[in-house]
Structure formats: structure tokens, C-alpha cells
Nanobody, 121 residues
Framework: QERLVESGGGLVQAGESLTLSCRFS????????AGWYRQPPGNERELIAT???????DYADSVKGRFSISRDNAKNTVYLQMNRLNAEDTAVYFC???????????????WGQGIQVTVSS
């Protein structure tokens, strides 16, 4: 059975930091690539950060320089360190396991319930 556990959200003030975690277990095995998405209120879900098995990373322009994705392969866990948060970062955040193709990252895992991150200005 596949299991994906997301954690670490909450309410913070602008300028503060948060770290999100996503642990894959069960039949996921060792994940290949992974990605973090977010869905702001009233907007579509967007991909904001990806990481390959070897640690290669990529970011959306909206978070580049402020967010950092990392992974601990021994724990099969992916993290998203979010710094200098602002009100525009308020969203529900989701993690996925996935792969990479010529078109970029694609998710191939279930979607979790997501993590609410609220930034007050």
C-alpha cells in the first residue's frame, strides 16, 4: 500500500520561514524524482519545485532564491524549506513522487490532502 504523509504547515507572519516534509512509504519504495506543488485560493495548482534522485533541483520563478527542496533518501522523505514568506505564498501545498521526461517533471503518485500554509502580512 502506498502511503504519503505531508506535514509542517501553519500560520506565519511575512518574512518568516517554514519547512514542509513529505514522507513516502509502503509500496512507493525508493522514489525517483519528487515535486512540490501549491494551490493558492481561487487559483490552479502549480508546480514550484522538483528534485531528482541525485539531488538535481529546479524551481518556479515565483519561489526561486527563497525556497529550497531537498531529500533524505534513507528516510524516503522530501523537504521544502521556505524562507522570506509573503502573503502570495499562502496556499495549500502538495508533494508528489514522479519522474522526468523531455517535457519536464510529471507526477506519478497519489495526491495527498495537502498542507495549508498561511502567511499574514
Amino acid at each position: 500500500q502506498e502511503r504519503l504523509v505531508e506535514s509542517g504547515g501553519g500560520l506565519v507572519q511575512a518574512g518568516e520561514s517554514l519547512t514542509l516534509s513529505c514522507r513516502f512509504s509502503g509500496s512507493y519504495g525508493t522514489i525517483n524524482a519528487a515535486g512540490w506543488y501549491r494551490q493558492p485560493p481561487g487559483n490552479e495548482r502549480e508546480l514550484i519545485a522538483t528534485i531528482t534522485r541525485d539531488g538535481g533541483t529546479d524551481y518556479a520563478d515565483s519561489v526561486k532564491g527563497r525556497f529550497s527542496i531537498s531529500r533524505d533518501n534513507a528516510k524516503n522523505t522530501v523537504y521544502l524549506q521556505m524562507n522570506r514568506l509573503n502573503a502570495e505564498d499562502t496556499a495549500v501545498y502538495f508533494c508528489t513522487a514522479g519522474g522526468l521526461s523531455g517535457a519536464g517533471y510529471y507526477p506519478n503518485s497519489r495526491w495527498g490532502q495537502g498542507i495549508q500554509v498561511t502567511v499574514s502580512s
